[in-house]
């Protein structure tokens, strides 16, 4: 599982049985799904973060202001449910790289253990039904990658490091120390988790509608940047 040309295979393959078992909060109001009424599926945002960079705190607003709903580490929770494994066993794979002795060990060692390809079949799967549902902004698993990019905005947000850390510091109180070693692994692991698994490089802005750099904008600001292009990208 380690080239775009599987992961197309797989949302070929497996998205369409897929079904949210719980429908996405109503949409936000009449003006809206009158622009949005051509679309075939969809809307969607899609946010690639670097840690500490802000994400979770500009999805929130962005749901506020679009009555959509945002996920997160509930697409972890579906993943869990659909393959009977507990959500710590699959952080071990929640866009994460894995070689593939240290796959075979970990399934052979932990029965519940699903293995990459299955989690990431169920990503997919889970990540495409909230697509096709629409009116969800959904944050990581390199979604901008595989989603059909005319249905929805891919975001990506960064941040300069000293800014992360100290966000991460202060958001988990723990040392600014500690704070640098995770943001920098997080940022090690989620390079080689789309290097692998989609083929690509995480910071190539092509694989982006909009990159927004929190060093220099406030969420308010970011928000009607993402808003703006939402409206003129799926309007036109």
Known sequence: MSSSSNIEQIIEKQARFWEVRERIADEGGEAAQRALAHLAEGPWISISKQLGAGSRELARKLSDDLHWQWFDKEILTAISQHTNSCEQILSRLDEHAIGSINDYVAQMLVSEDPGQATYLRQMVRVVMGLAK??????????????????????????????????????????????????????????????????????????????????GGVDEDSAMRAILAALRQKLQA
């Open 133 to 214: 549902q629409g009116n969800a902004i959904i944050i990581g698993r390199g979604a901008n990658f595989f989603l059909d990019p005319q249905f929805g905005l891919r975001v990506r947000l960064v941040a300069p490091l000293e800014q992360r850390v100290a966000r991460v510091a202060v958001t988990e109180g723990t040392s600014r120390d500690a704070a640098r070693s995770e943001v920098e692994q997080n940022d090690a692991q989620q390079t080689a988790f789309i290097r692998q698994v989609f083929g690509r490089d995480i910071d190539d802005p092509l694989g982006f509608d909009l990159v927004l750099n929190m």
